[in-house]
């Protein structure tokens, strides 16, 4: 029997490791139901020349200055110019104080403007922090599992 399993990249920039964090405990969901191979990648180390080859791509970020990293965006831009016409993707962020799901938000804006064709698997979730360095709030790191989750399900190739 051969079993295709769906590929995915997630790729964050993490000062602090909060969104690094908030990364493996995704992928941590996403193994809980299986069918996935999962590739934790920091954007720095990412081969743009491979992208196409995964058939989801998650993207997290902490907010800075109340959107994604300078990186991020960059990259986000360059999936743009990409062969990624039906792929899948998705985002997430951490923040802190009351800057819940902006960075996220930007992103999804972004990747539906800049990056056609990629379709979001599930809404962008937004992680809360307690302080700058962290920690996550308590009770967010089960959102991240749970999203993992909802992206292993949702997925579909
Ligand atoms: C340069 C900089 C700017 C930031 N600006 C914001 C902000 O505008 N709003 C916010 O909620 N958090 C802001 N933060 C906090 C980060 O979003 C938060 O600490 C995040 O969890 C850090 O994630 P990381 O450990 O993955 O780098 C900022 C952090 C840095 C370093």
Do not use: W
């Not at 602090?16 to 995704?26: D, P, Q, R, S, V």
């Not at 992103?107 to 360095?133: C, D, F, H, Y």
């Amino acid at each position: 029997m051969v079993i295709i399993l769906a590929k995915v990249i997630v790729v964050y920039e993490s000062k602090y490791g909060n969104t690094k964090l908030a990364a493996e405990k995704i992928i941590e969901g996403m193994n809980e139901v299986g069918g996935i191979e999962a590739v934790l990648s920091e954007l720095k180390e990412v081969d743009l020349n491979k992208i196409a080859n995964y058939d989801a791509i998650l993207i997290g970020s902490p907010n800075h200055f109340g959107g994604p990293t300078r990186g991020i965006k960059k990259f986000i831009d360059k999936l743009g110019k990409l062969p990624l016409e039906g792929k899948m993707f998705a985002v997430f962020d951490t923040y802190i104080r009351g800057d819940f799901e902006k960075a996220m938000k930007k992103m999804e804006k972004r990747i539906n403007e800049k990056v056609l064709g990629l379709k979001r698997l599930a809404p962008g979730l937004s992680i809360k922090a307690q302080g700058m360095k962290g920690p996550l709030v308590e009770g967010e790191l089960p959102k991240c599992k749970e999203f993992g989750n909802k992206i292993a399900t949702q997925i579909e190739i």
